[in-house]
T-cell receptor
Framework: DAGITQSPRHKVTETGTPVTLRCHQT?????MYWYRQDPGHGLRLIHY???????DKGEVSDGYSVSRSKTEDFLLTLESATSSQTSVYFC????????????FGSGTRLTVV | GESVGLHLPTLSVQEGDNSIINCAYS??????FIWYKQESGKGPQFIID?????DKRQGQRVTVLLNKTVKHLSLQIAATQPGDSAVYFC??????????FGTGTQLKVEL
């Protein structure tokens, strides 16, 4: 996806270990989002950012933290991974809220064993 | 809060037919709506959007219809092609202008 990359694309980790997913954008968009996608639930917002060092919680934020030290990077950390966090994680970016759609990355498939 | 739902989890159509995918939203204050397409193993891709001051918008082979009275949104795909096979999501702005997404309809195109 042009202008937004996620890494890693796939990861298998053990329960209780910390995991960090990275989202990098080259569009200089102000807003960045982390979603998880699970069957039957659609896309659910974990955390979002509205600027450097400005972040807030979404609807499913428990067990996750984020950081944004630069405009282009938004990190999602699972402090101590659990099996319920096995999911596909998508990062999205937007220049403005309420009037623009989001551009999504290709996703990270995370499996916690 | 806002909830967005699609009416059918799966829709099967014949190649060349028109497809109609429906979506309902709950927040009467929602003023911006989007349809996304998601192919297997990929992230959602923007198809078309519409604002609440419109009731219809057309793109290339796609049309979005908005009925604010019943809080209903539909996506029409003309002359459906095998490449249209994917999951389609609608999204609507909710609290704080953030998008809330529906669960998706799997469109299957039969040859």
């Amino acid at each position: 996806d042009a202008g937004i990359t996620q890494s890693p694309r796939h990861k298998v980790t053990e329960t209780g270990t910390p995991v960090t997913l990275r989202c990098h954008q080259t569009e200089n968009h102000r807003y960045m989002y982390w979603y998880r996608q699970d069957p039957g639930h659609g896309l659910r917002l974990i955390h979002y950012s509205y600027g450097v060092k400005d972040t807030d919680k979404g609807e499913v934020s428990d067990g996750y933290s984020v950081s944004r030290s630069k405009t282009e990077d938004f990190l999602l950390t699972l402090e101590s991974a659990t099996s319920s966090q096995t999911s596909v994680y998508f990062c999205a970016i937007s220049p403005q809220e309420g009037t623009n759609g989001y551009t999504f990355g290709s996703g990270t498939r995370l499996t916690v064993v | 809060g806002e909830s967005v739902g699609l009416h059918l989890p799966t829709l099967s159509v014949q190649e060349g037919d028109n497809s109609i995918i429906n979506c309902a939203y709950s927040n009467s204050a929602s003023d911006y709506f989007i349809w996304y397409k998601q192919e297997s193993g990929k992230g959602p891709q923007f198809i078309i959007d519409i604002r609440s001051n419109m009731d219809k918008r057309q793109g290339q082979r796609v049309t979005v219809l908005l009925n604010k009275t019943v809080k209903h949104l539909s996506l029409q795909i003309a002359a459906t092609q095998p490449g249209d096979s994917a999951v389609y999501f609608c999204a609507a702005t909710g609290g704080g202008n953030k998008l809330t997404f529906g669960t998706g309809t799997q469109l299957k195109v039969e040859l």
